[in-house]
């Protein structure tokens, strides 16, 4: 009985993305044409987030565990955790004032609908062109020379082992910061691998812990600023577990 509620919860996602697509194809397409207009555009990217996370059975807790203040006029090189596919809407729901960015597969563009506007707002990259991944961190600076944050999940992918609290990072969050010196909002999601996982036969709604761990700045070197990341985030999901 509770795979079949399961199943009807996963799908009535796929009806609820579906309705919120259409209902915010069109302004989202328009304003995506030209850049001066990304934050107008932003605004109905965030409404689909909200709708999608909340819409889901959503909710979240955000905790402290720094002083430092998001300042509404910097922008960001967002980083956090990855593990489920809500963990792409809870950026937008806690940066209302930054237009965000993000950096994702190229595969994501042939989606219905979807991709063409994914393909626009987004900066896509190909993992199996040097070429791609090398041209990244040049369009990511002209988008935060725009304004906008860049939102990447420095893990680069969701591992197939679910024992893996936290995977390897990347460096390309890190040397986007120390090349064009943006600092780093360091989050952890909490939760959402167990209420939301890619297994399509588990998941419930519920409240998400959100941990808000740093605001790192460029000053250090890569390496400093990896260790120190991942040092904050599987701190949160660590003691989490306990």
Known sequence: ??????????????????????????????????????KYCYFFIRLWAIGMFYGMGFRYKKILRTTKKIDKNQ????????????????PCILFPDHPLCYVGKKEIEKIPIFGTVYKRVCVMVDRNSARSRADVYRRCAERMQDGQSIVIFPEGGVPDDTSIILDQFKDGAFILATKHHFPIAVFTFRGLKEMFPFDN???????????FNDILTPDATQKELKEKAFEEIQLSLIEELK
């Open 1 to 38: 009985m509770r795979t079949i509620l399961v199943y009807a919860w996963r799908s009535w996602m796929v009806i609820l993305g579906t309705v919120l697509t259409l209902i915010f194809f069109l302004p989202v397409y328009i304003l995506s044409f030209r850049k001066e207009h990304y």
């Open 75 to 90: 922008p960001y090189v967002i980083i956090s955790n990855h593990t489920s596919i809500m963990d792409v809407m809870l």
């Open 201 to 211: 036969k588990k998941g419930y709604p519920g409240v998400v812990k959100v941990f």
